[in-house]
């Protein structure tokens, strides 16, 4: 599979757990983005790596949110103490230049 | 935040028959891009159009861009139900650094 591979593809967790989400992007791509989704609505930056270097972060990207792309190739995004509002579809995408390829994403329910 | 706003928010039309979506957005732009997303899935990357064009094809699908009044649209011609997704235009804005801001999108559902 050449394409974007996200894991899990659902997640329920309790509030108040850790939660690790691992994307692995296309290899020849530089950058990699996450996003998060909720439902009815288009996704929302969160945070983008060219290489291992984290160049940008939203401000939605609280402190209980840490995002890793050690040695440039996988990325895992990790939320502490997670909060029922942070329910929502995650998404990873990598690029090479223009146009996006994204995963299928990460289904996160918090109880 | 959303860039911008997709209308009409939802789409019902007949197999054979056009879609047309608009797209509304807020900033100056490197260029506009438009993704498919089928229910509970990843977006798939339909068509980039650069700030310095007014229309592109590819296949079936049509998109136009007017910077002077911040819009685009998409049309896909000769609908099939396959087509039913929402679809999610996205700005590139400049000095961006490559991160994409979407819009809320467009429902699309193709009867048969």
């Known amino acids: 599979d050449t394409g974007v591979s996200q894991d899990p593809r659902h997640k329920i967790t309790k509030r108040g757990q850790n939660v690790t989400f691992r994307c692995d992007p296309i290899s020849e791509h530089n950058r990699l983005y996450w996003y998060r989704q909720t439902l009815g609505q288009g996704p929302e930056f969160l945070t983008y790596f060219q290489n291992e270097a984290q160049l940008e972060k939203s401000r939605l990207l609280s402190d209980r949110f840490s995002a890793e792309r050690p040695k440039g190739s996988f990325s895992t995004l990790e939320i ?19 146009g996006y390829t994204f995963g299928s994403g990460t289904r996160l329910t918090v109880v | ?59 079936r699908l049509r998109v136009t861009l007017d910077t002077s009044k911040k819009s685009s649209s998409l049309l896909i011609t000769a609908s099939r139900a396959a087509d039913t997704a929402s679809y999610f235009c996205a700005t590139e804005p400049t000095g961006g650094g490559n991160k994409l801001t979407f819009g809320t999108g467009t429902q699309l559902k193709v009867e048969l």
């Open chain 1, 80 to 98: 502490q103490r997670t909060e029922q509002g942070d329910s929502a579809m995650y998404l990873c995408a990598s690029s090479w230049t223009e």
């Open chain 2, 1 to 59: 935040s959303q860039q911008g706003e997709e209308d009409p928010q939802a789409l019902s039309i007949q197999e054979g028959e056009n879609a047309t979506m608009n797209c509304s957005y807020k900033t100056s732009i490197n260029n506009l891009q438009w993704y498919r997303q089928n229910s509970g899935r990843g977006l798939v990357h339909l068509i980039l159009i650069r700030s310095n064009e007014r229309e592109k094809h590819s296949g």
